[in-house]
């Protein structure tokens, strides 16, 4: 990976003195970790929906038990080191400005767009199946991978997966900053800075012809915003910011025997946190508050083995703080 290189270009230009304008464009790469290059193997009992398996486990081919409850097997699978893999690679470009039209207002827009070669994926056991099952759709199984059946009665006896170089991912999107500061007076200050960023694709290629865009699916949110509100007058001062995560929804979608699935949701996500400073006159500063004050859970939507989206949401619920500041 020592003969990766990552050029970068950028552009400034201020054409005016309220007015900025920029652009830049690169290329990047990213190595894979030591651990998946040289990892032990590892074992693990991974649940699996194959007819055949199903079948000869006394279930219906579609992995239903006699009550008709969804019970998908256990089947022996083995993750494999790869010390084979290259690096990923990407592109991007963005292009945007800055603007300031008033003494107490400027804002920023840029727009983005990456995309990602030869990304690095872990295959999973049901993915392995589904390529073995359908090629056409999600391609063949990667050369060193396998699926081992039971030559009697077609049941899966052993999967072999492993990390792999495939497909590409592409996405693009807008970020939006407006920041204020007002001067009231002998009402003291007001700061305020609203971030939103907003994906507009996130295009994954993994097989040879699905391509999905995953925006607004589970996990990958549309919108994010950001409202940070400060406010001060002589030594005190109280900051309030405001957290949002948009929904996310899976559609409705069938199995692989065609029986209906409906998809998951979760609905917006609103956090507030306040604080409460005071700058003593022996140079010290005393701050309370608190984060996530309404105390929000997020909704329990089961994520990658997880009660919820750890990589979105966490479950602290109301967190205070007292924090002091000494200055010599």
């Known amino acids: 990976y ?12 201020q ?34 929906s194959d007819p055949q398996t199903c ?7 579609d ?29 991007q470009y963005s292009i945007g400005f800055i603007w300031s039209p008033l003494d107490w207002l400027d804002m920023s827009l840029d727009y983005y767009n990456i995309k990602v070669d030869d990304p690095i994926s872990s295959l999973s056991a049901q993915n392995i199946v589904n390529r073995e099952l359908n090629p056409s759709v999600y391609g063949p199984i990667p050369d060193g991978l396998s699926v081992t059946r039971n030559p009697t009665d077609g049941r ?61 699916y589970m996990g990958s949110p549309k919108n994010r915003v950001s409202l940070q509100n400060f406010w001060s007058i002589g030594d005190f001062e109280i900051s309030w910011n405001i957290n949002y995560i948009d929904g996310q929804t899976d559609p409705d979608g069938v199995d692989a025997y065609g029986n209906p699935v409906p998809g998951d949701r979760v609905g917006g996500y609103a956090t507030n946190d306040l604080q409460f400073g005071w700058n003593a006159p022996w140079n010290g500063k005393f701050v309370i508050g608190a984060t996530n004050v309404g105390d929000r859970y997020p909704e329990l939507v089961a994520y990658d083995g997880r009660p919820w989206n750890f990589y979105l949401y966490d479950a602290y619920g109301r967190t205070p703080y007292f924090r002091y500041t000494q200055t010599f």
Request: with cysteine; net charge negative; hydrophobic share 35%.
């Open 55 to 61: 079948l000869a486990q006394g279930l219906t081919a």
């Open 156 to 216: 899966i006896i052993e999967i072999i997966t492993s990390y792999r170089n495939m497909g590409d991912l592409k996405t693009d999107g807008f970020d939006l900053r407006f920041n204020t500061d007002f001067d009231l007076g002998n009402a003291g200050s007001l700061r305020n800075m609203l971030v939103l960023s907003r994906v507009n694709s996130y295009e994954v290629t993994s097989g040879i012809s699905d391509t999905i865009d995953y925006v607004g």
């Open 15 to 48: 054409p005016i003195e309220s007015l900025t304008l920029r652009a830049s464009f690169g290329q990047g790469f990213r190595a894979p970790g030591l651990d998946i290059l040289t990892q032990a193997d590892s074992f693990s009992a991974d649940f699996v």
């Open 63 to 91: 992995c239903r038990n006699a009550s008709g409850r969804y019970s998908p097997p256990q089947v022996d699978t083995w993750y494999m080191a790869n010390p084979d893999l290259t690096s990923e690679q990407s592109e």
């Open 2 to 13: 020592g003969s990766d290189f990552s050029p970068k270009i950028a552009a400034r230009w």
